[in-house]
């Protein structure tokens, strides 16, 4: 059963209010032809909104009203021009007005949808890294690209709930909808593949493009973002990407005993959901002596919550100037010796070339194709994320195949 609100015609709803009661479901508003929505809905939780589909119903602001509320919005097209004005709007959820009242009540129940959408199981990559700016968001952003310039559908998600950077680190708006209205969505058990699309804001780069939910414009916004709410979405995103990509928040402190309200929504809650759902998690610190000890104070923590997850260490901004003469040889000693973390990939810094990409709005790929930092990146995907090639020896019948893994390169200090 769902709460339904009405913002239809006279004759529309009364037909469609009668049909949907005898189902069990229960009206909760009808808006009049002269009131403004936006403002009806104030306030108000209803769990799906009934709209026509005409160009003075079916608005961008009734659309962005009801994403920040949480509302699934279903419109009803009595003709072509209400149909162009649905999918001009990206609005997936349309049905014909003289729909079947049994279609109109799946719909409304949020069953047998998407059904056409061709399942995946997508790989969720946690982005962690200790406090100090790292450069956590610069990697996230970076491995999102190299995985879509691979040939891979790959969602870029910004889960952090202290201060999300991916809007303006790629010159996006991050006022649009994003990963909160994905939440909320969830929350009301209204995340579709066809919301999803709809609330994405997509970044085309040389090579590929990727579908991004930005982070919340303001951190005190962070109570929208819930452990329970993560999950179902990241769940979700599983269907609609081969890679998800979550460049998440630093800390994972867990402040629940030293809360009064054991029920109370926890700050680093969306942190400590996608480290939990992640298939692997790619954790990030700095080639410097107060990154290196962050990085290893925290790292203890890191393998208690990941449990039996797979762990990518990556130290960035690898440079002699703070490490000493042979920095690569420094800094896998440090991490052996204090934290016995073996095989981290290593990043050199390029300042050069990441300013400029922080300057101009874009990935490191697009203002830097040969940056050595984005070399390292490149060989990370393809050496500690992506499936290995499988190549058939020449002159050899189909039952005769090798793996071929791309040869690891040292990165140079």
Same mark, same amino acid.
């Not at 009808?30 to 589909?53: E, K, N, Q, W, Y």
């Not at 200790?130 to 952003?141: H, L």
């Not at 070339?353 to 922080?358: G, H, P």
């Given at each position: 059963?769902?709460?339904?609100?009405?913002?239809?015609? $006279?004759?529309?709803?009364?037909?469609?209010?009668?049909?949907?009661?005898?189902?069990?479901?229960?009206?909760?508003?009808?808006?009049?032809?002269?009131?403004?929505?936006?403002?009806?809905?104030?306030?108000?939780?209803?769990?799906?909104?009934?709209?026509?589909?005409?160009?003075?119903?079916?608005?961008?602001?009734?659309?962005?009203?009801?994403?920040?509320?949480?509302?699934?919005?279903?419109?009803?097209?009595?003709?072509?021009?209400?149909? $162009?004005?649905?999918?001009?709007?990206?609005? $997936?959820?349309?049905?014909?007005?003289?729909?079947?009242?049994?279609?109109?009540?799946?719909?409304?129940?949020?069953?047998?949808?998407?059904?056409?959408?061709?399942?995946?199981?997508?790989?969720?990559?946690?982005?962690?890294?200790?406090?100090?700016?790292?450069?956590?968001?610069?990697?996230?952003?970076?491995?999102?690209?190299?995985?879509?310039?691979?040939?891979?559908?790959?969602?870029?998600?910004?889960?952090?709930?202290?201060?999300?950077?991916?809007?303006?680190?790629?010159?996006?708006?991050?006022?649009?909808?994003?990963?909160?209205?994905?939440?909320?969505?969830?929350?009301?058990?209204?995340?579709?593949?066809?919301?999803?699309?709809?609330?994405?804001?997509?970044?085309?780069?040389?090579?590929?493009?990727?579908?991004?939910?930005?982070?919340?414009?303001?951190?005190?916004?962070?109570?929208?973002?819930?452990?329970?709410?993560?999950?179902?979405?990241?769940?979700?995103?599983?269907?609609?990407?081969?890679?998800?990509?979550?460049?998440?928040?630093?800390?994972?402190?867990?402040?629940?005993?030293?809360?009064?309200?054991?029920?109370?929504?926890?700050?680093?809650?969306?942190?400590?959901?996608?480290?939990?759902?992640?298939?692997?998690?790619?954790?990030?610190?700095?080639?410097?002596?107060?990154?290196?000890?962050?990085?290893?104070?925290?790292?203890?923590?890191?393998?208690?919550?990941?449990?039996?997850?797979?762990?990518?260490?990556?130290?960035?901004?690898?440079?002699?100037?703070?490490?000493?003469?042979?920095?690569?040889?420094?800094?896998?000693?440090?991490?052996?010796?204090?934290?016995?973390?073996?095989?981290?990939?290593?990043?050199?810094?390029?300042?050069?070339?990441?300013?400029?990409?922080?300057?101009?709005?874009?990935?490191?790929?697009?203002?830097?194709?040969?940056?050595?930092?984005?070399?390292?990146?490149?060989?990370?995907?393809?050496?500690?994320?992506?499936?290995?090639?499988?190549?058939?020896?020449?002159?050899?019948?189909?039952? $005769?195949?090798?793996?071929?893994?791309?040869?690891?390169?040292?990165?140079?200090?």
């Amino acid at each position: 059963m769902a709460s339904v609100a009405f913002f239809l015609d $006279r004759g529309d709803e009364d037909r469609l209010v009668a049909s949907l009661v005898e189902r069990g479901h229960r009206v909760l508003l009808r808006i009049g032809p002269h009131t403004d929505p936006v403002l009806a809905l104030d306030g108000s939780t209803p769990d799906v909104l009934l709209t026509s589909a005409a160009a003075d119903r079916l608005t961008p602001e009734l659309l962005a009203a009801c994403d920040d509320s949480g509302i699934r919005l279903i419109a009803l097209a009595s003709s072509d021009a209400d149909r $162009r004005n649905a999918a001009a709007l990206g609005l $997936r959820d349309v049905l014909d007005a003289d729909t079947a009242p049994a279609v109109l009540d799946r719909a409304v129940r949020g069953e047998a949808r998407d059904a056409a959408a061709p399942t995946r199981r997508g790989v969720v990559l946690a982005v962690w890294g200790p406090a100090g700016a790292p450069g956590r968001t610069t990697v996230a952003i970076t491995l999102a690209t190299e995985l879509a310039a691979a040939g891979r559908a790959v969602a870029l998600v910004d889960a952090d709930t202290h201060s999300a950077s991916i809007a303006p680190v790629l010159g996006m708006l991050d006022e649009a909808p994003g990963f909160a209205a994905a939440c909320r969505l969830a929350g009301q058990d209204g995340l579709t593949l066809a919301e999803l699309d709809r609330i994405r804001q997509p970044y085309a780069f040389s090579g590929g493009t990727l579908n991004v939910l930005t982070g919340i414009p303001r951190a005190s916004r962070w109570p929208e973002i819930s452990r329970e709410r993560v999950i179902r979405t990241l769940f979700v995103c599983r269907e609609w990407a081969d890679y998800v990509v979550v460049d998440t928040g630093f800390s994972l402190e867990n402040d629940e005993e030293i809360s009064s309200d054991l029920f109370a929504p926890r700050r680093n809650a969306a942190t400590l959901a996608a480290v939990g759902s992640a298939d692997r998690v790619v954790a990030v610190g700095a080639a410097d002596p107060i990154g290196l000890a962050r990085y290893l104070r925290a790292f203890p923590d890191l393998v208690e919550l990941a449990e039996d997850r797979p762990i990518l260490p990556v130290i960035n901004k690898v440079r002699a100037s703070v490490v000493g003469l042979n920095p690569n040889g420094q800094v896998r000693a440090t991490l052996q010796r204090f934290g016995g973390i073996q095989d981290a990939a290593l990043i050199p810094a390029d300042d050069r070339a990441t300013d400029a990409a922080l300057l101009a709005g874009r990935a490191l790929r697009d203002v830097s194709p040969r940056s050595p930092a984005l070399a390292a990146v490149s060989r990370l995907v393809a050496t500690g994320i992506l499936p290995p090639a499988v190549a058939t020896v020449p002159g050899s019948g189909p039952l $005769r195949r090798r793996v071929v893994r791309p040869r690891p390169a040292e990165s140079t200090g």
